[in-house]
């Protein structure tokens, strides 16, 4: 079993460039989710999902979306970005209450 | 906001001495869990303590519940070089599976 991968590793991105970062899970969990982690500001949680076809808003959410077409992907969209936007973006599944986390992906905006 | 908290925000120390970081959060949980992030890698769910238990173990952690203070510990006996990571204490949400994070304690364990 993988457990949660992400794609990209790496992204760098001009201001107002749009992307879409993918996590995939084989582990059949029905949650998901996605958090940026900052310098001295520990995971904060952006958006998360409950199951197939559900999203719902985290911590962070302005100038995000996310999608959960099928129960393996969830999906992280900048529609616009932002050099605040610069960050590593964890992706993470869980069943109950223990949580897996992919590799992050770092991102940077210029 | 910041349920979890931990302290120090950074320990040194020499291998094969412990280690020991402490969380504390603000309301009431049913469970608080301990993951470890090495640099560059994703986070690794270590232990979780149910509010009913006190003290729990796995291999060289020990975790301790206090929930009439809202605080955690999480020792590591005997560290390894390998130990060397940040350590981040996660609380549930109210009903519901999402985790809020603490802002982790980084540990450099120096061979």
Known sequence: NAGVTQTPKFRVLKTGQSM?????????????YWYRQDPGMGLRLIHYSVGE???????????YNVSR??????LLGLESAA???????FCAS???ETQYFGPGTRLLVL | SQQGEEDPQALS??????????????????NLQWYR?????????????RSNEREKHSGRLRVTLDTSKKSSSLLITASRAADTASYFCATPRAGS????????TKLSVIP
Request: with cysteine; aromatic share 8%; charged share 15%.
């Open chain 1, 69 to 74: 077409l099928k129960k393996q992907n969830f």
């Open chain 1, 20 to 32: 879409t970062l993918l996590c995939a899970q084989d582990m059949n969990h029905e949650y998901m």
């Open chain 1, 53 to 63: 076809g559900t999203t719902a808003k985290g911590e962070v959410p302005d100038g």
């Open chain 2, 13 to 30: 120390i020499q291998e094969g001495e412990n280690a020991t970081m402490n969380c504390s959060y603000k309301t009431s949980i049913n």
């Open chain 2, 37 to 49: 992030q090495n640099s560059g890698r994703g986070l690794v769910h270590l232990i979780l303590i």
């Open chain 1, 94 to 96: 869980s069943q109950q």
């Open chain 1, 83 to 89: 050099p605040s936007q610069t960050s590593v973006y």
């Open chain 2, 97 to 104: 599976y999402q985790l809020t994070f603490g802002k982790g």
